[in-house]
């Protein structure tokens, strides 16, 4: 059964910081790796999908990693600004399918 | 192209009454997953569907729910009886094929069980 744990739980970090957001899951046998942003009371926005056979994507000032065999992946976040506040989450695809399973996200926040 | 599409947003039900939570998917896509969100708690996994077809259920209670994703129109999440621990978020994805392809989801349907 696969689990996902996000560390750390919240965040808060001053304005233009470059920052580390921590996933691990613990089957090595994922499709792929996604992560979202979710606002408060809003839904999922998808940020980076790494399938199993890429090491990292990037996307503006997004960059994600992944590496199987230790069941770790990182979201970095370059010049972090006040709109990046939000919850991020991480989750991986099993199952043949897009079946997810999330971790309890990462709160963060970002300050002036 | 339009996103996926939830409706209700905001959905106020008594206790004992029936849910029923629709999901469009992007067009293009004829894959469905819901997925919960309790208060405080992570998102976790309910069905999987395909047009007519459930795929894995493996998340859904084994009482009181069951979904739909019929060859023409919305896929439904039913909840009958409802009681308060229902009361959550309730969020539909969809993707264009299975295999690993980037889900998105839509923005929820918040259900409260008074």
């Known amino acids: 059964k696969q689990e996902v744990t996000q560390i750390p739980a919240a965040l808060s970090v001053p304005e233009g910081e470059n920052l580390v957001l921590n996933c691990s899951f613990t089957?090595?046998?994922?499709?792929?790796l996604q992560w979202f942003r979710q606002d408060p009371g809003k839904g999922l926005t998808s940020l980076l999908l790494?399938?199993?056979?890429?090491r990292e994507q990037t996307s503006g000032r997004l960059n994600a990693s992944l590496d199987k065999s230790s069941g770790r992946s990182t979201l970095y976040i370059a010049a972090s600004q006040p709109g990046d506040s939000a919850t991020y989450l991480c989750?991986?695809?099993?199952?043949?399918?897009?079946?997810?399973?999330f971790g309890t996200g990462t709160q963060l926040k970002v300050e002036l | 192209n339009a996103g996926v599409m939830q409706n209700p947003r905001h959905l106020v039900r008594r206790r004992g009454q029936e849910a029923r939570l629709r999901c469009s998917p992007m067009?293009?896509?004829?894959?469905v997953y819901w997925y919960r969100q309790l208060p405080e708690e992570g998102l976790k996994f309910m069905v999987y569907?395909?047009?007519?077809?459930?795929?894995?259920e493996s998340g859904m209670p084994k009482e009181r729910f069951s979904a739909e994703f019929p060859k023409e129109g919305p896929s439904i999440l039913r909840i009958q009886q409802v009681v308060r621990g229902d009361s959550a978020a309730y969020f539909c994805?969809?993707?264009?094929?299975?295999?690993?392809?980037?889900?998105?989801f839509g923005q929820g349907t918040r259900l409260t069980v008074v």
């Open positions: 994805a969809s993707s264009p094929s299975s295999g690993g392809t980037e889900a998105f």
């Open positions: 089957d090595s046998a994922i499709y792929n």
């Open positions: 790494i399938q199993s056979s890429q």
């Open positions: 989750a991986g695809g099993t199952g043949g399918g897009n079946k997810l399973t």
């Open positions: 067009k293009g896509h004829s894959h």
């Open positions: 569907l395909q047009k007519e077809n459930i795929i894995d």
